[in-house]
């Protein structure tokens, strides 16, 4: 079960692309125009298991954030390794949606962008976030001190300012004013958007009904999934992924977040934007998140990436210290969590296949 698992990039895509060869599923690779962190190739792998002309489609989308990307690594390989896929069924597994950010232990990808936020019209004016924009300097200040404000104060003050709603979507929901902040959408397509938008229809074309899983982690108990449902709530699409996940599943995500179960005003997400990839084909699908730990401590991991990267000044801490927090963050280290992950992991995947045959 850990031997799914890995600590690099390289070796994350190697056991990808072994389970697929092993399998005789056909592998496309787009290649990312810069290396990685090893001086490795990186690239986006879809790979097609069972017979590629079927009308019914299981899509497994790993690293779309990049250092989540090697809890949904495993989960895909875990599943995959000793699959015995239907009749009239495929499986697409799409490994390293953003594989820069696999690859350097980063959110975003190499221009910052955070590719959950990015799948957006651009030829329209794009989303505001005033709150965002006068947060900014303290949620992301040059010095890196122990005695910086916290995340729990940064929230706690902006939500006295501006209310729970407003200032978790500030926070979380996407900002395309600040190139070096936190969640910036980006002021174009990103390389990850425009390639999965080229690619993957491809794969898609046959496909009548596709159901979907996308990995992250962050978000719920430590070790427990949390599940995000996109569709609008009462559509025929969002009772069917609640029949798959059974209520607890259903009341999962707004308990990840405090504040009254309020929810945060995402834009450019990714599974939003997912049934364009076949348009003509019915779908139904989800966010799984794979819990770490409390919002603060994740949200002050993603505020050191970032740090990382633009921080100008000093800190308390050295580089690598900091590094380790940003993956145990996101990739905690404890052999219980990714047992956890893998098992439950399993289990979705498993019940959206046999869902997916029924449906």
């Known amino acids: 079960m850990l031997d799914s698992y890995s600590e690099r990039y390289v070796d994350a895509r190697a056991k990808f692309l072994g389970i697929a060869r092993t399998a ?37 989308v790993s690293g779309t954030h990049g250092q989540e990307g090697y809890a949904g690594s495993a989960i895909q390989i875990d599943f995959l390794r000793d699959l015995q896929i239907p009749d009239g069924v495929k499986v697409v597994a799409l490994h390293g949606l953003n594989p820069w950010g696999f690859s350097y232990l980063s959110r975003t990808d190499d221009l910052n962008i955070d590719v959950n936020r990015n799948f957006l019209d651009f030829t329209t004016p794009l989303p505001s976030n005033p709150i965002y924009v006068d947060a900014h300097p303290l949620v992301c200040p040059d010095d890196w001190l122990d005695e910086r404000p916290s995340a729990s104060e940064l929230a706690a003050t902006l939500v006295g300012r501006h209310g729970m709603g407003p200032a978790l979507s500030a926070l979380t929901g996407g900002q395309f004013d600040e190139p070096t902040g936190l969640n910036f959408g980006g002021r174009a397509p990103a390389w990850s958007n425009r390639m999965v938008t080229e690619h993957l229809p491809p794969l898609l074309a046959s496909s009548k009904k596709v159901a979907f899983v996308e990995w992250h982690t962050g978000l719920g108990e430590f070790g427990e999934l949390c599940y995000i449902c996109m569709h609008p709530p009462q559509s025929d699409a969002y009772e069917r992924v609640c029949s798959w996940i059974g209520e607890d599943g259903k009341a999962s995500f707004s308990a990840a977040f405090e504040g009254d179960g309020l929810l945060p005003t995402y834009n450019g997400l990714f599974s939003s934007w997912l049934p364009n990839a076949a348009p003509l084909a019915e779908w139904a699908g989800l966010v799984v998140e794979v819990g770490t730990f409390d919002n603060p401590t994740v949200w002050d991991a993603l505020r050191t990436d970032r740090w990382l990267k633009f921080g100008r000044g000093v800190s308390s801490r050295t580089r690598e210290e900091l590094r380790r927090v940003v993956i145990e963050g996101l990739y905690p280290s404890s052999s219980d969590w990714r047992r956890n992950a893998i098992t439950g992991g399993r289990s979705v995947q498993k019940r959206l296949l046999s869902g997916l045959l029924e449906w």
């Not at 962190?37 to 790979?47: K, Q, S, T, V």
């Open 24 to 60: 005789n599923a056909p592998v496309k690779s787009v290649i990312h125009p810069t290396l990685g962190r090893d001086g490795e190739e990186l690239a986006m792998d879809f790979a097609t298991f069972g017979d590629p002309q079927a009308e019914k489609c299981l899509l497994l």
